[in-house]
């Protein structure tokens, strides 16, 4: 695969160079962050959140939260502040909602608009316009929402009229996804009765959490078949509370295999969430026998954080289980470029989910490493990568890797350049500002060596590219 470079995009190169050492402070965590503004929205009273994600995605959702009648701003100290309207009293937006790269904040907020007696027209990027909305949009129809508009199979741009009555319905997942949860269950906060959701494979569970911390009546129990059955009363009066973002994990990732696979390396990432439903790609790490140490674990706005040492070692091949896909699906793209200098095999199982992300993850990732000397083969939705630990040669690089406009694709083969022998390029780096806009600030403060290639190189790069 070539990279489609273009003027407007702005290619990197990461060379490999000193250990990485210090101290790395992960922005907010981007699934809370949207969550916060979305449930301030809806609560009566000032809502005050300290940490926020300031990236695209999040602001896009602020702005959505506005268009609502949401006073959304924020305060000198760098916490935002929300004055909530209420559930049930949301104002119908006056323009398109451009929620640019973010799945999330799209069918989030897909969730508030069906059960509102509201009309709003979503919009979104390249890449936001390619992922699939119906997963979302078919039980808010079946709650009574309407799809007025929509570009062919149900994708963005779309307008969606919401009804102010939505029905109470019992749902079961057919995909494993937080963000159909969720879509469910916020356009259930307006519906006369309770409304369920039953997940067959447990998803990040942020949704649940807030909406308690928010004052809503949830019942959470486990069905005979293991599935997760979550029961929401409808109509609460959600009261304003403060939220505390703790670190995004999938952004640590990157600052973590980065410290893993780079000789010498040392970081500390204060705060890191470590909600188990967020938490396997930590746990796979250590599988693999990395370095990875957990301090002074305790629970901050509702949510389990703990401090993380990160120290340089050799990793070994795994096999990855299916049933922790849901528990680190941002993951994947990271993990897959620790495999590629892991001694042996590593097996990832079950990733059908990576390929409606913000890219085909599976295929851009095997791309990406393929480009770079790495031995990979996707069979089915299983991702195998034959490490290069301890081979001559190491991991080659020298590669020029296509993001398309996928934050975690670039990130991820950002992090592999500092491991390899030759420099690795990504065609595009300005959708890292997406979910963590300090990025590439972060990873030279540590020691890092990233920098801007020409267009023309990157392009030259892609050509030549094994
Ligand atoms: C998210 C859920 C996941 C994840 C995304 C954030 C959320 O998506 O990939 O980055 O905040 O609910 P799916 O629900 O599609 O798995």
């Not at 250990?19 to 809502?47: E, Q, W």
């Not at 695209?56 to 506005?66: C, E, G, K, M, S």
């Not at 000198?76 to 004055?83: E, K, L, P, T, Y």
């Not at 079961?172 to 997940?199: D, H, M, Y």
Request: hydrophobic share 45%; with cysteine; charged share 20%.
């Amino acid at each position: 695969m070539t990279a489609p470079a273009t003027d407007r995009n702005t290619p990197l190169a990461a060379r490999a160079g000193a250990p990485l050492r210090g101290r790395a402070d992960i922005p907010g965590d981007k699934s809370i962050s949207h969550r916060a503004l979305l449930f301030g929205a809806l609560a009566t009273g000032r809502t005050r959140i300290r940490g926020l994600l300031e990236g695209h995605d999040v602001l896009a959702t602020a702005a959505a939260a506005r268009a609502f009648g949401a006073a959304v701003e924020r305060a000198a100290d760098g916490s935002w502040c929300v004055d909530g309207v209420g559930v049930g009293a949301l104002l119908e937006p006056a323009a398109p909602l451009d929620f640019g790269n973010s799945g999330t904040g799209a069918r989030l907020v897909m969730g508030l608009v069906g059960g509102h007696g509201i009309t709003a027209r979503f919009d979104g990027d390249a890449s936001l316009r390619k992922r699939p909305m119906g997963r979302v949009l078919s039980p808010l129809e079946s709650m009574g929402a309407r799809v007025v508009a929509c570009a062919e199979g149900g994708r963005l741009p779309l307008t969606l009229q919401g009804t102010q009555d939505p029905l109470p319905i019992s749902y079961r997942l057919p995909v494993a996804s937080a963000q159909v949860k969720s879509a469910v269950l916020l356009c259930g906060l307006n519906s006369p009765g309770t409304t369920t959701v039953i997940e067959p494979e447990p998803t990040r569970d942020h949704t649940e959490r807030m909406l308690a911390h928010f004052g809503a009546s949830l019942a959470i129990s486990t069905d005979s078949d293991g599935a997760r059955r979550i029961a929401l009363a409808g109509r609460p009066q959600l009261r304003a509370r403060d939220v505390v973002v703790p670190a995004d994990p999938s952004s640590a990732a990157f600052p973590i295999v980065a410290a893993l696979i780079v000789p010498g390396s040392a970081v500390t990432i204060p705060g890191v969430m470590v909600n188990p439903s967020r938490a396997g790609m930590i746990a796979t790490l250590v599988e693999m026998g990395a370095r990875i140490t957990l301090s002074d674990r305790r629970e901050d706005g509702g949510e389990p954080v703990a401090d993380i040492l990160v120290e340089a070692g050799p990793l070994n091949g795994i096999e990855v289980p299916a049933a922790r896909a849901p528990s680190m699906i941002d993951e994947y793209p990271a993990l897959a470029v620790a495999a590629a200098f892991a001694h042996g095999t590593t097996v990832m199982r079950g990733l059908s989910e990576l390929k409606v992300k913000e890219s085909d993850r599976l295929a851009a990732v095997a791309a990406g490493l393929a480009a770079n000397g790495v031995e990979v083969r996707v069979e089915g939705d299983d991702l195998i990568v034959e490490g290069r630990g301890g081979r001559t040669g190491g991991v080659p690089g020298g590669g020029c890797v296509a993001t398309h406009l996928d934050h975690r694709i670039a990130m991820a083969f950002l992090v592999m350049g500092l491991g390899t022998e030759r420099p690795v390029i990504v065609d595009d780096s300005s959708m890292i500002a997406t979910s963590f806009p300090d990025f590439v600030a972060l990873m030279t403060r540590l020691g890092a060596d990233i920098s801007p290639v020409a267009a023309a190189e990157a392009a030259a790069a892609a050509g030549t590219a094994r």
